[in-house]
């Protein structure tokens, strides 16, 4: 589906001159437009959305928003975003923008998805229509997949539009050698809240974590994903296999705005599988007398502060290790036998860095040394033996030897003399006379201790922790028995759907309005029985309540409110529906709903 127009001349005429006074060196194109749908399956089951992706190719600044076709009869449609891509070579500027909608089948059968209409310069484009089979069952039938869109090991993906994975830069490292471990989170759906990320279980590895996640969009497939990546840095304690256990993701997808029962989004959880990585021994050949266990890339510095000093001044010698590996457990240089100084530790440092996904960083050992005697000291050289797993071999680097110029020690000064002691003697007499107040002496009253509001605020303490107490108490009940935290709030979520459906009718949005009222009712009947209304039809709705013990009357109501928010929300608005009594009718019937017994407490 493609157009191409000519400008009219004047209009040529006035784009020429406007090139040339530009010297710019454009041509004058037509505009061309180009319309496709397509969807990520073309079977699927009742239980299993579709994935439709309307994209508009073309010349054009503005891009049209497309008209779809009507598919109420077969799906519930949900928007999930759009994307954009523009572009500009040679003088040539093109634009892509894709819009995605998410359908949700209302039943089993064959069902077309009509054309999509865009309406560019007063000609209309349409695309070809498409053919959906929704088959019956949990469960969709497998499909060939290529290689480019099988999930590599560690991945678990789910059909809503959400995977992770776990990866390793490498399955063999030696002993304290680096592995970088990278989780990632691909979704290109929507969610209702924040993730819930469980890093794996990793028993047998020294850690360091990356101090920031990174998020970027890749391609995966034929979709594009919205990726949050989280790399730690790994090293192997002992040799052997090491397991690095399962991440999990639990998450909240946005729930269906257009389903006859509208609930909130259902919980999930992802979970990788486990990865094997094999530690390998530090070799024994070649190894030195002096290795202490260090892996990785260093190099060793030392300096002394002041270079030269008297006898039996104090003089710092301070060793500075930096390089790439795990810094953190590489030990001390040792220091050699300096007969002529009294040696005191100082301290040491350590500064860690992830720069380019490498761990590393420095250490800084400080020692005090004070030289006992006076001429030229030497410091013999303080080298360190370690294992470069690159090039597999053991290595040592060293400062080399530090020379010291001590001078003897100054004359000490001479103290002055104190004056010879003598007697005690009184100096004169006085008298220190107590002064009495000018003013009258008023009684105390009783101690502050025995008052009441004293009293009083002592008892405050013990509320506030009386307080915390039961909050703490009600939240851990809440959070290890989802179905009590649902009881507990289901009366508070439907009065906000009801405020929220007030607002709409305030903007003179009744669809709004029935759809917040919908959502009000079956959130509280799903929360206050502890059971999932997503996918629930009308009459497993009626037994639900019947089993909690509504009686017919109530039942009715409930449906007849249901129908008529249906009615409100799918024939856009219609005025035979009047949102204000739905509003008040439904606020009524929700106190009948709250006298159910429901879930009983605990």
């Known amino acids: 589906m493609r157009r191409t127009g000519r400008h009219p001349l004047v209009a040529g005429a006035l784009l020429a001159a406007v090139v040339l006074a530009l010297s710019v060196p454009l041509v004058a194109a037509a505009d061309e437009v180009s319309v496709s749908a397509r969807v990520d399956r073309t079977t699927t089951t009742v239980i299993q959305p579709v994935t439709l992706t309307i994209t508009i190719e073309g010349t054009m600044r503005q891009v049209p928003e497309p008209t779809l076709?009507?598919?109420?009869?077969?799906?519930?449609?949900?928007?999930?975003?759009?994307?954009?891509?523009?572009?500009?070579?040679?003088?040539?500027m093109s634009t892509s923008k894709s819009w995605n909608f998410v359908l949700y089948p209302r039943a089993a059968g064959t069902f077309t998805i009509g054309p999509a209409e865009v309406e560019f310069d007063n000609v209309v484009y349409r695309t070809e229509p498409?053919?959906?089979?929704?088959?019956?069952?949990?469960?969709?039938?497998?499909?060939?997949?290529?290689?480019?869109?099988?999930?590599?090991?560690?991945?678990?993906a789910d059909d809503r539009g959400i995977f992770i994975t776990t990866s390793?830069?490498?399955?063999?490292?030696?002993?304290?050698?680096?592995?970088?471990l990278s989780f990632k989170f691909y979704r290109r759906v929507n969610l209702s809240g924040q993730p819930r990320y469980t890093p794996p279980d990793l028993t047998g590895f020294w850690v360091e974590e990356f101090p920031s996640q990174e998020e970027y969009y890749e391609t995966a497939g034929t979709y594009r994903y919205h990726v949050v990546e989280i790399k730690t840095a790994l090293f192997g304690a002992a040799a052997g296999e090491a397991t690095i256990g399962p991440a999990i993701i639990r998450y909240e997808e946005r729930g269906r705005p257009f389903t006859f029962f509208p609930t909130r989004g259902t919980e999930h959880t992802l979970r990788t599988d486990p990865i094997t990585v094999e530690i390998l021994p530090l070799p024994a050949k070649g190894r030195p007398a002096d290795f202490g266990g260090a892996v990785g890339s260093y190099r060793l510095r030392a300096s002394l502060d002041p270079e030269s000093a008297d006898a039996l001044e104090?003089?710092?010698?301070?060793?500075?290790?930096?390089?790439?590996?795990?810094?953190?457990?590489?030990?001390?240089?040792?220091?050699?036998?300096?007969?002529?100084?009294?040696?005191?530790?100082?301290?040491?440092?350590?500064?860690?860095?992830?720069?380019?996904?490498?761990?590393?960083?420095?250490?800084?050992?400080?020692?005090?040394?004070?030289?006992?005697?006076a001429g030229t000291k030497t410091i013999p050289d303080l080298s360190m033996s370690y294992f470069d797993p690159a090039s597999r071999t053991y290595k040592q680097t060293g400062p080399g030897e530090l020379t010291l110029e001590v001078a003897?020690?100054?004359?000490?000064?001479?103290?002055?003399?104190?004056?010879?002691?003598?007697?005690?003697?009184?100096?004169?007499?006085?008298?220190?006379?107590?002064?009495?107040?000018?003013?009258?002496?008023?009684?105390?009253?009783?101690?502050?201790?025995?008052?009441?509001?004293?009293?009083?605020?002592?008892?405050?303490?013990?509320?506030?922790?009386?307080?915390?107490?039961?909050?703490?108490?009600?939240?851990?009940?809440?959070?290890?028995?989802?179905?009590?935290?649902?009881?507990?709030?289901?009366?508070?979520?439907?009065?906000?759907?009801?405020?929220?459906?007030?607002?709409?009718?305030?903007?003179?949005?009744?669809?709004?309005?029935c759809s917040a009222i919908a959502r009000a009712l079956t959130g509280f009947v799903g929360d206050r029985l502890n059971v999932e209304t997503q996918g629930m039809t009308q009459a497993e709705l009626e037994s639900a309540l019947r089993k909690a013990g509504a009686d017919g009357e109530l039942i009715d109501r409930v449906r007849r409110l249901l129908n008529e928010c249906?009615?409100?929300?799918?024939?856009?608005?219609?005025?035979?529906?009047?949102?204000?009594?739905?509003?008040?009718?439904?606020?009524?019937?929700?106190?009948?709903?709250?006298?159910?017994?429901?879930r009983r407490r605990r």
């Not at 100082?346 to 050992?365: A, I, L, Q």
């Open 130 to 156: 498409i053919e959906i089979e929704v088959l019956e069952g949990d469960a969709p039938p497998a499909e060939p997949e290529s290689l480019e869109e099988r999930p590599s090991s560690g991945v678990r």
């Open 69 to 92: 076709p009507n598919l109420a009869d077969a799906f519930n449609m949900q928007t999930a975003g759009t994307s954009s891509n523009f572009s500009f070579v040679n003088g040539k």
């Open 566 to 598: 249906d009615l409100g929300r799918f024939a856009g608005g219609s005025d035979a529906v009047d949102a204000e009594r739905l509003l008040s009718d439904a606020q009524t019937c929700l106190r009948g709903l709250e006298k159910l017994p429901g």
């Open 314 to 373: 104090p003089v710092t010698l301070a060793i500075r290790l930096s390089g790439n590996g795990n810094i953190r457990t590489v030990p001390a240089p040792a220091t050699p036998d300096l007969a002529e100084f009294k040696v005191y530790e100082s301290g040491s440092s350590t500064n860690v860095s992830t720069d380019n996904g490498v761990v590393g960083g420095s250490r800084t050992f400080e020692f005090v040394l004070v030289p006992q005697t």
């Open 168 to 180: 390793v830069d490498k399955e063999r490292a030696y002993v304290d050698e680096q592995i970088t």
């Open 408 to 513: 003897p020690a100054a004359a000490a000064e001479e103290v002055p003399s104190l004056p010879a002691r003598t007697r005690i003697s009184r100096v004169g007499w006085d008298i220190r006379y107590i002064h009495e107040p000018t003013e009258t002496l008023r009684p105390a009253g009783a101690p502050v201790h025995t008052r009441p509001w004293f009293l009083g605020l002592q008892l405050l303490p013990l509320a506030a922790l009386v307080t915390a107490w039961t909050g703490k108490r009600r939240r851990d009940r809440y959070a290890t028995d989802r179905g009590l935290a649902r009881y507990a709030r289901a009366s508070g979520k439907a009065r906000n759907e009801f405020r929220e459906a007030r607002s709409y009718l305030s903007k003179g949005d009744r669809t709004g309005a």
